[in-house]
């Protein structure tokens, strides 16, 4: 589950791994422009059993980044995306205890980048975010999220980036460093992501297919505001997991993928809107104490549709 607070280290993985596999591959062109538009469509299900009986939480998400600038001149990359990206969240067999089944979230990102000479480019980002369960909708329903990240390419093979993020969310202030990498291992064998919050192991099989494995570790986790009937208290979702996935192009920039799994942390908390940190990770989130709690491990699935443009 793609998890609201993580949102903009999503958005830095799509546009890291693109355009540093653009100024790689691609002869300099003025001419030439990377394919960092997106389209992205998926669905994951998580089922599990809890006092025998059963329960799974679904996410449906949808997400597209528009490149308003796109400009790659002497193997230097500058562009402007602006996205829209939708989730909707239904938990299934917990009845009211969390306040509702049905929870949705629409982001709005927008995300620069700017080369300074082939090695180095400055990647920002901000993303506002709408989450609640839009049962009365107001300005309470408003996160933000924010990063900064330095790109270096070091080699024909290797690139990495240095910065952090910063999300404010309904319990609190998140702040953290991250590290982005993308290593070309070998001609089949690649490794790319955001440390520490997601990475993918990627084996090329064909032209068309791929193999991989993949972890992500959401930080916080995604968190959902409840109407004013419900006290305006807020759920957090965390799902922590390691997946298998495969991907196969059908044609030229469009591709399908399938994966599982196991969510090895796997947590429905509903908490007072009072219940809150300053600073995560530095201040602990489990200080606060929850209304409602649901920890439950177990195997995922999912699937998705992706076009690059």
């Known amino acids: 589950m793609k998890a609201t607070s993580s949102f903009y280290l999503i958005i830095l993985l799509v546009s890291f791994k693109f355009t540093a596999a653009a100024q790689q591959n691609k002869p300099i062109d003025t001419a030439f ?20 009986k059963s329960m799974n939480i679904q996410q449906v998400n949808a997400s597209i980044n528009l490149p308003l600038i796109n400009n790659f001149k002497d193997g230097k990359l500058d562009f402007l995306l602006a996205g829209l990206s939708y989730s909707g969240l239904t ?31 400055l990647l920002i980002s901000a993303i506002p975010t709408l989450s609640s369960d839009l049962k009365d909708v107001s ?20 690139s990495y980036a240095i910065g952090a993020g910063y999300s404010r969310q309904f319990f609190g202030s998140i702040l ?27 084996y090329q099989l064909s032209d068309k297919s791929i193999l991989g494995f993949s972890s992500d ?12 009937k419900t006290g305006s208290n807020y759920l957090q979702v965390q799902q922590y997991k390691n997946t298998l996935f495969y991907n196969y192009q059908l044609a030229k920039n469009f591709s399908v993928q399938i994966s599982g799994g196991y969510n090895f942390v796997q947590k429905l908390d509903l908490y007072n809107k009072d219940q809150k940190v300053n600073w995560a990770p530095f201040n602990d989130l489990s200080k606060r104490v929850p209304l409602a709690e649901l920890k439950k491990t177990g195997f995922t699935v999912e699937s998705g549709i992706s076009y690059r443009f």
């Open 139 to 158: 300005g309470d329903d408003i996160s933000y999220s924010a990063f900064a990240m330095l790109k270096i390419r070091s080699s024909k093979n290797f």
């Open 33 to 52: 422009k990377p394919k960092i538009g997106s389209f992205d469509v998926g669905y994951s299900y998580s089922p599990f059993t809890v006092n025998h």
């Open 217 to 228: 570790f959401g930080i916080g986790g995604g968190s959902y505001r409840l109407s004013k």
């Open 176 to 202: 953290i460093p991250v590290i982005g990498i993308d290593w070309q291992i070998s001609e089949k064998l690649s490794l790319s992501g955001t440390l520490p919050v997601s990475e993918k192991l990627k």
């Open 91 to 121: 938990l299934s067999g917990t009845g009211q205890t969390f306040g509702g089944t049905e929870f949705y979230s629409v982001s709005v990102p927008i995300t620069f980048q700017k080369s300074f000479f082939q090695k180095y480019a």
